[in-house]
């Protein structure tokens, strides 16, 4: 039973692309966070070496609503997508991530970088909600599928 036509390592490797994708991806999206925030601040004049305390969420008050989309978006990439990488690396480790499992991961990897650009640059709410909805669709028929796989191959 199973749907494990190739070598365990195969399968690992195969499944863990996109992970490695959207990990790298979310990085780059941090260096896009620090490098838009730092011109915003020096911009504004803020001394952020003097100040103490605080959090990200106060400096927003001090520099312009477009400057903080990269770090709304980063946020973003380290919250949903925590379920997206158990999902995989319960594939992988089951040796059960292949063919349509692959599919799904990458599409979800493209919709949230697709999801990153928008917010990150034009930040509609509309186009942003549509890539959101369909990356959650995805990545719910991506764990539908990986039940589905888990139980056959019990």
């Known amino acids: 039973m199973g749907c494990n036509t190739q070598p365990l390592g195969t399968l690992v490797h195969?499944?863990?692309?996109?992970?490695?994708?959207?990990?790298?991806?979310?990085?780059?999206?941090?260096?896009?966070?620090v490098r838009?925030?730092?011109a915003a601040v020096k911009a504004k004049g803020i001394d952020i070496m003097n100040r103490r305390g605080?959090?990200?969420q106060d400096l927003e008050k001090l520099i312009e609503p477009a400057a903080a989309w990269p770090a709304h978006n980063y946020a973003h990439l380290v919250e949903q997508p925590t379920l997206f990488y158990a999902?995989?690396?319960?594939?992988a480790f089951a040796g059960l991530g292949s063919g349509t499992a692959v599919w799904l991961a990458w599409?979800?990897?493209?919709l949230r970088v697709a999801h990153s650009f928008?917010?990150?640059i034009a930040n509609r709410i509309r186009i942003r909600a549509t890539l959101f909805l369909l990356s959650s669709a995805v990545l719910a028929a991506l764990a539908l599928l990986a039940g589905w796989r888990v139980v056959e191959a019990a």
Request: glycine share 8%; net charge positive.
């Open 36 to 38: 838009v925030r730092a």
């Open 54 to 56: 605080g959090r990200g």
């Open 87 to 91: 999902v995989c690396l319960a594939l």
């Open 118 to 120: 928008e917010q990150n």
């Open 14 to 33: 195969t499944i863990l692309l996109p992970v490695i994708a959207l990990v790298v991806w979310t990085l780059v999206v941090l260096g896009w966070m």
């Open 107 to 110: 599409a979800y990897v493209a």
